[in-house]
């Protein structure tokens, strides 16, 4: 995964993700084959052709739709990810998990067609479609045939700008995300993770669940719905990252006959900037599990900030390493406390955090947390080795290459690197940024970044051996 843009993190935090609306697979046995013959090929092409070698082509349309584009004709497969700068932040007060709901709707019908229809039609022609919700963005996801590309264009189109939201599947999808819902309330990781969030944004939207509430979900109408629509996916919030067996010049004809039903301007109402509320507190959320969930963090950095690749270097070395970090060399292999520990940076639009989480019994939570704060006050003070930067640089820039074996992935890239402003060129230079970073400025960095006493810990089991709790 791409970690050091939106496209990544501002969906993924470090408690499994809440995939409420997962794109459904409409693949036939056609498709399963040429997929099986790309993923053969797609390790020799990521090991041919360097970050450097792939060409991103900016195409415009007579009609001014923007979209960036990779060709790879090598097999006849093309791949769209579409991202509109709204997501669950702009859900109104009380409806929260709207953005989700819509999100689970827009595959269930469109234009003349009824849901199952729509699905027939996808399945018929080996379509994968489907979209999602995050705190900041409303995305989408479409992979074809070459030889269906017409009609799935066509059936993005339609669900984006003609979505039915008939009575029957709204009804179906929402009984379906409340049974998710249900169960998601018995998840130790998930309660833990919401309730960090909670207190992290008391009076500001990302403080709310994405994916909503009982309560919320089943207040949603389908005048909330088209409402959601009408105001919120505009060509003025789209972006778009195409890969695969297509050119500019067929490429351009079908982004105007496929968005050029969007509103021209979306109408979302702001989303204030929110820094983290942070105290260095350890709440408890009782759950009578036997392994205690660990979620932890405070203010981080934004994506945008000058030091943000400084900051990505660091965590890496603090959390972000897997078997070669420090959280995990201290918690997990030294002294066996936890079955996992991480940290990860979280910038927001409209905020950062740097979180991490952790799982071990409940008998061993009291001192994994003293190792967890022990160890983020170590680097804050002392800092990074030179080796260790040296190491942590070459593996973030020898492994780069590794995120382009499908074309998901890049297709993926294509779209963060426009939601964050990066540049077309950014695959060229994103390594140099990497190996730009100094020890000084790595280490500064920490000193300023890095707090244990601002450390805040939701722990969701019956921990014990922690000295203070705040019972929630």
Known sequence: MMMDGKFTLHN????????LSPPRHHWTKAFKEVLAAAAVAAPLLAAALPAAAIEVIRVVSPGEKEAWLVEEHANPIITVRVAFEVGAAADPAGKEGLANMVSSLLDEGAGELDSQAFQRRLDDLSIRLG?????????????TLTENRDQAFELLG?????????AEPVSRVRSQIMALLRRLSQDPGTVAYRKLLENFFPDHPYGRPPEGTLKSVGGVTADDIKEFMRKNLAVDNLVIGVVGDITPAELAPLLDATFGGLPAEAETPPVPEVRVKAKGQTMVVDMPVPQSAIVFGHQGIKRDHPDFYAAYVMNYILGGGNQSSRLYQEVREKRGLAYSVNSQLYPLDHSALIVGAAGTANARVGETLK?????????AEAGVGGEELTDAKAYLTGSFPLRFTSSSRIASMLVGMQLDDLGIDYLDKRNGYIDAVTLPRVNRLARRLLDAEALSVVVAGEPEGIEKTEKE
């Not at 470090?14 to 995939?19: R, S």
């Not at 190792?371 to 006050?377: A, D, G, I, M, T």
């Open 12 to 19: 993924n935090p470090p408690m499994p993700v809440l995939d």
């Open 131 to 143: 979209f999602d919700a995050g705190r900041d963005t409303f995305k989408g996801y479409l992979k």
């Open 158 to 166: 339609l669900a984006l700008t003609k979505p039915r939201f008939d």
């Open 371 to 379: 190792v967890l704060r022990r160890e983020w006050r170590r680097l």
